[in-house]
């Protein structure tokens, strides 16, 4: 059997600590392994940096970015989500979001930059809008943006200005939902908002943000009125909408899709008429047993991946009834700050220390590779001990309109 | 005593290092600290973030690039140097250079990608240009530069193609003096030059770069032929020249420079005519007691600022004659992979692994932050145990014409 992973990128981000290179904590290369050396030992598999951009389903071919075909037995197809700014795409210029590794690096720009330039701003009213943040979403993205947030203002830069505080920044959280992770059980949102508001992050819940520009945010209160932030940082935690890919795949085979374009798969993860085409991750809309829709996160899309595989295995061996693809939900974990975290496993819920902890566990076992386990466990304990931050760097362009797919 | 430190930039670049990062052995937060936590317990230090654009010496007024002014009692310049190109600048788009972290990255990029294309393209002899690698340049930078490729193609990436055998990589270094690092003693640039070819790095000594282009390098040999090779990564490790603020300086003043540009400085590093404006760094033109100029490396640059303080505070004491600028030479050392080094250090020539282990130890000493030199021992320790290289990653623009001063 012969396997080829192609990608656009040569690496894999571990996409659930790229806030922490936003925020400064870590740097690129210790959440991104190559793809060749995690599969350097697997010789039957070569990987090809290249992106795909259309497909023939019935001739099986794949068309590349640069004009190249690829034909296949059996495909997988994991392309995932990308941001999606409900239809105002004008908003990404001024409220980046948090997808890629150059948009992690933009945003660390930003918030950075931000500080420095609230240090030596005169006017009163400018000064404010510099120290005032904004984050659009209050799901786990936005909640672990807005905790870092919040470390940083408070403890990480406490000391480092001469003209500013930076405890005195504003950080403001803005959610349609009634509250923050509204996937998680309500004590343990009550609970993580708790500890937003000791690192002096305000949530307003239930309110619908009307405009994004350069100089702030405006959104509609639950009760109708309008506010305005005014703010040089406005960050986009919203929600995810299907890449190209994805709905060049839906319109060539015809699947049925749901709202925001996602494939609505079969129950063994392929797309209806094409047995030999996989979707899995953010992409495919798949369901439990009880019809339910299966969530956009990393726990889905790694299951889905390894069924996929097996499925594949198991037809070229013969034809036989394979079982439907069944998620097994470990529980979901979200991080607020320093030993602050709430998680919600096996129906257990935990928050403080103790689901910090089993965060911080979790995370450095999933990362891929050895080294960087090691060195992410070496700068979290240092961060730990010392509130520092190791990569508060402002670099590349100052905030560039990256490419989100 | 009020003390001002006002950089474009937000952090601290650990020059030496840069390499590494530009050969996917480190990421930038690793060679790079935050200014504002160096200098947070300093307490009567602030430091801005910002660019000076012009000086008007006799007012002790800067301008900066924003239009705001800056008044100051006693200025010390350090703003370095930047590339030259020997009056070709067009050839700055196909050959980047290893001055800034953007420039780092970008070169990262260049040449993983090389690896990549060549991959995927049958064409023989396009592919020999994709793995074909030309450094312009055998001082200390295109020797490390040069070693790290060999390294990269002969162990890094040896079992991570299919199509390709990374060892078949080409990688040649050319220079217009006679021999390897010509400001070290001959027989270390012997050893060098053998090192560099156990690596599979060819060096062509005594060549006169005439062209370079998206395609590749055209030199005039020693004889006087003219030599073209295909390559699609040619680097630039050539010289230096002063940084468009130091000539605005050398203007304002009517300072005597030296043919780069360089500031001709007093015996106390003063601008002659200016008692209380210092320049150090590769921007000044230091000399020694024999009258000998002093070599543009970091060494003479540490030392010129701690002299330069030095003398402030003794000024402002009240008037004593100082003794003037005592340049003390600990030696010269240049590594060119694993366990190969050399170094030159109180006229005692070493090489080869006990030279390697002197430069790890000076450079992981000098690395400015704690939590730094713990990543990056780490990283090393990881890289020597495994050759592997932890941030081998294709990121940001392909290859952008980055901002070089």
């Known amino acids: 059997m012969e396997v080829t992973l192609l990608d656009r990128r040569n690496f894999h981000l571990f996409q659930p600590l790229l806030y922490q290179v936003a925020t400064g904590s870590l740097s690129p290369g210790e959440i991104c392994a190559p793809l060749r050396s995690i599969l350097s030992r697997q010789k039957n598999?070569?990987?090809?940096?290249?992106?795909?951009?259309?497909?023939?389903?019935?001739?099986?071919?794949?068309?590349l970015k640069d004009g190249g075909q690829f034909e296949y037995d059996s495909l997988i197809v994991s392309t995932g989500s990308k941001t999606s700014y409900y239809g105002q795409d004008g908003w990404r210029t001024s409220a980046p979001s948090l997808k890629t590794v150059e948009e992690a690096t933009a945003i660390r720009h930003k918030i950075l930059f931000a500080f420095e330039a609230a240090e030596r701003e005169t006017d009163p009213g400018k000064r404010t809008a510099w120290l005032t943040f904004v984050i659009v979403g209050a799901g786990a993205t936005g909640v672990e943006l807005g905790g870092a947030l919040g470390e940083i203002a408070r403890h990480t830069l406490r000391y480092d200005f001469r003209s500013i505080h930076p405890p005195d920044a504003r950080i403001l959280i803005l959610d349609g939902s009634p509250r923050v992770l509204p996937s998680y059980p309500p004590d343990l949102s009550t609970h993580a908002e708790g500890s937003l508001r000791d690192l002096g992050v305000t949530v307003k819940s239930g309110v619908k943000v009307t405009a994004v520009d350069a100089g702030g945010v405006t959104y509609e209160e639950p009760g109708g009125g309008h506010q305005r932030v005014e703010s040089k940082t406005v960050l986009w935690a919203g929600g995810v909408t299907v890449t190209t890919f994805g709905r060049k795949l839906a319109e060539r085979t015809g699947a049925p899709t749901a709202r925001a374009g996602h494939i609505e798969v079969n129950p063994d993860l392929t797309v209806p008429g094409f047995p030999n085409i996989y979707v899995v991750g953010d992409l495919a809309l798949a369901k439990n047993r009880e019809g339910k829709p299966l969530p956009g996160v990393a726990q889905v899309a790694m299951q889905g991946g390894a069924y996929a595989?097996?499925?594949?295995?198991?037809?070229?061996?013969?034809?036989?009834?394979?079982?439907?693809?069944?998620?097994?939900?470990?529980?979901?974990?979200a991080v607020i700050g320093r030993g602050r975290a709430v998680a919600n496993?096996?129906?257990?819920?935990?928050?403080?220390?103790?689901?910090?902890?089993?965060w911080l566990f979790?995370?450095?076992?999933?990362?891929?590779?050895?080294?960087?386990?090691?060195?992410?466990?070496?700068?979290?304990?240092?961060e730990y001990l010392t509130f520092s931050r190791g990569a508060r760097l402002i670099t590349g362009e100052p905030v560039k309109d990256a490419e989100v797919e």
Do not use: C
């Open 309 to 333: 595989a097996k499925a594949i295995v198991a037809r070229l061996n013969g034809p036989k009834d394979l079982e439907p693809f069944h998620y097994f939900d470990k529980g979901d974990l």
């Open 45 to 63: 598999t070569r990987v090809l940096l290249g992106e795909a951009v259309d497909i023939d389903p019935r001739a099986g071919t794949l068309t």
């Open 362 to 382: 979790v995370h450095l076992m999933y990362l891929v590779q050895f080294q960087s386990r090691i060195l992410v466990f070496v700068q979290w304990g240092m």
């Open 345 to 358: 496993i096996f129906g257990w819920h935990l928050s403080g220390l103790f689901a910090w902890l089993v």
